[in-house]
């Protein structure tokens, strides 16, 4: 028997085994361990390079690690970057109308979470899209030679990867990989981001935060506090939100490859000037969200007294039930169904009537474009005037916290 027909059952047995156990000859949990963190890498390449450094330029990356999210992308998503930015961006400019290109208020819920990635690759065909929303993403010689059209070539130098490192496992490690993003990202973040979950702040679309602890997806999670501040690199506003995403760009600037642009306002508060005045309206309308926040907590508060009175009388406090979750909102986001109930509320509570009008009263502040910026620091001092001779502690007090907001 001479070398060659020696070597060929050697060849053929060293394929097997590595096609069984690959070159790492991992167990099938370590494998799906393996998977689950490289899936987590990727969560978190879309999160800070895609959407707050690309879409959104609350960030900037130095080139090394913008480019190993880049890289990374190809791999694991055949994603290109102009166009992941301009729908994203489309998104915000057409949220919730026609022409977003993944809203369920649009499509449905059903039609978004379970055909996200469809809704995705039909955007990316468009040419005006990426046109008109594209600009300042990458276009040197590697993105147009290699990333840009060959998102396949991408996706299938993972599988071949993963089928090395696992053997026939990395096949589960790859199909774990490609849905990943379709799921949390396409699913979870533009469908249920938008049908389910709490609302820190009254946005003008109907994005949710669909868990405080910010993991998983990356940060993603809280869509609605990214939805009030799209600029904000950090999507956390609240003590007991977590973001992961603001945790790995710390560590990333801590290290000299990232340069935080923006982040959330914050309210700050000073000593109680006599009358409100020009700063004070400049403090509060950089904090609106947040003002208005404030509001929609002395309103429930409200209602809650409101009950308690009334069920000491042995009163019926069905309506205010319905008034305590819904009175706060904006009225274009309450149900049509129970429109009814609040009016009941409303005429039958005075305090409660009174609070919703001062607060379509304070909206105004900011939402008037043809008065002057004297004119509206005298409304906000008429508006400071009637709350705190109201007669009603809330409103008393709210308004002695306004006049004490900074910039």
């Not at 028997?1 to 060929?8: E, V």
């Not at 879409?55 to 694991?76: E, G, K, N, Q, V």
């Not at 509060?284 to 404030?294: C, K, P, S």
């Not at 009388?313 to 986001?333: I, M, N, Y």
Request: with cysteine; hydrophobic share 45%; aromatic share 10%.
């Amino acid at each position: 028997m001479n070398a060659f027909d020696t070597a060929i059952p050697a060849l053929w047995t060293g394929l097997i085994q590595l096609l069984d156990q690959g070159l790492t000859g991992a167990s099938w949990w370590q494998a799906i361990l393996v998977a689950l963190l490289l899936a987590h890498v990727t969560i978190a390449s879309v999160t800070i390079y895609l959407h707050r450094h690309s879409a959104h330029r609350s960030l900037d990356l130095h080139p090394i690690a913008s480019h190993f999210f880049r890289f990374w992308l190809w791999l694991t998503t055949g994603m290109v970057t102009k166009e992941w930015t301009a729908i994203h961006r489309k998104h915000h400019a057409k949220c919730e109308h026609e022409g977003d290109p993944h809203s369920p208020v649009v499509f449905g819920i059903k039609k978004v979470f379970f055909e996200g990635s469809e809704l995705y690759r039909s955007e990316a065909k468009n040419q005006e899209t990426l046109e008109r929303y594209g600009h300042n993403t990458p276009d040197d010689w590697i993105e147009r030679n290699l990333y840009t059209g060959r998102s396949k070539l991408g996706v299938s130098l993972m599988l071949i990867i993963n089928v090395m490192l696992f053997g026939a496992l990395g096949l589960t490690v790859w199909a774990i990989q490609m849905i990943w993003i379709p799921l949390t990202a396409a699913g979870i973040i533009n469908g249920i981001g938008h049908w389910w979950g709490y609302r820190n702040f009254e946005a003008a679309d109907a994005s949710t935060n669909v868990s405080p602890w910010g993991i998983l997806i990356g940060g993603e999670e809280l869509h609605n506090n990214h939805h009030t501040y799209p600029t904000s690199a950090k999507l956390s506003v609240k003590p007991y939100e977590f973001d992961i995403g603001w945790m790995y760009i710390t560590i990333l600037k801590s290290v000299g490859l990232a340069t935080v642009k923006k982040l959330p306002p914050k309210m700050a508060f000073g000593d109680v000037k006599p009358v409100a005045d020009e700063k004070t309206l400049e403090a509060i309308i950089a904090n609106r969200y947040e003002v208005m926040a404030g509001y929609a907590r002395e309103m429930r508060a409200a209602c809650r007294r409101e009950m308690a009175a009334l069920q000491s009388r042995s009163g019926d406090a069905s309506a205010l039930q319905v008034a305590r979750r819904w009175l706060h909102r904006d009225e274009d986001k309450v149900p049509a169904a129970v429109k009814p109930q609040l009016a009941q509320a409303r005429a039958e509570h005075p305090v409660l009537d009174k609070m919703i009008t001062m607060r379509e009263e304070l909206r105004a502040l900011w939402s008037s474009t043809n008065a002057t910026r004297e004119q509206l620091a005298a409304d906000l001092q008429a508006w400071c005037r009637r709350a705190e001779e109201s007669g009603i502690v809330a409103l008393r007090d709210f308004s002695i916290q306004l006049r004490s907001a900074r910039v």
